[in-house]
């Protein structure tokens, strides 16, 4: 009886709750390209794999996959050996510099990573937009460990239905 007079609000749906409770993702899991070399620099490794993934399978032609990734395989050809030398003069001279002596090692794969960065974007905008498909250098963390890694992503674009009016 004492449940009589209590006023309780009513939770009203909007079409917006409605809508983002309906909507499925159609879209695919990004295919992960993980670095396999013997070598990795502030989560950087010197080499990532050529194998053709099974994920883009009927994307992208196998051909066009291998000279992407031997493209950025090229770039860290060029970049790591250097900087894998500023690690070790670095950590060398750390003690007398107060880890100032890191500095130039974080400035070069910084630009390692931005190399890299405008490489996928230039294949991007020639050849993989047009085939839905993005890659990117991305930061995860590895399996086997809390450390974190640089992988090679390559996310589906969706492809959004043009609406029409008659």
């Known amino acids: 009886m004492a449940d009589f007079d209590a006023i309780y609000e009513e939770e009203e ?3 917006e709750n409605v809508v983002d409770d309906n909507i499925v993702s159609l879209v695919a899991d990004p ?3 993980r670095g396999t070399g013997n070598m990795t620099v502030f989560g950087l490794s010197n080499r990532f794999d050529t194998e053709f993934p099974n994920g883009l399978v009927s994307r992208v032609a196998p051909e066009e996959y291998k000279a992407t990734v031997s493209r950025v395989n090229n770039v860290l050809k060029k970049t790591i050996p250097v900087n894998v030398k ?6 060398v001279c750390c003690c007398c510099t107060l880890g100032c002596s890191l500095w130039p090692v ?9 190399s890299i960065d405008k490489l996928l974007e230039w294949e991007n905008s020639h ?7 993005h890659w990117r250098l991305a930061k995860q963390r590895c399996d086997s460990s809390s450390m974190m890694e640089y992988v090679l ?4 674009i969706p492809k959004i239905p043009i609406y029409r009016p008659d």
Not at 86 to 91: H, K, R, V
Not at 127 to 133: A, D, I, Q, S, V
């Open 153 to 156: 992503l390559i996310e589906f």
């Open 86 to 91: 500023w690690l070790f003069c670095g950590c």
């Open 31 to 33: 295919v992960v390209v």
């Open 13 to 15: 749906e909007t079409d």
């Open 127 to 133: 050849l993989y937009h047009k085939l839905g498909l």
């Open 106 to 114: 974080i400035c070069l794969s910084k630009r390692t990573q931005h």
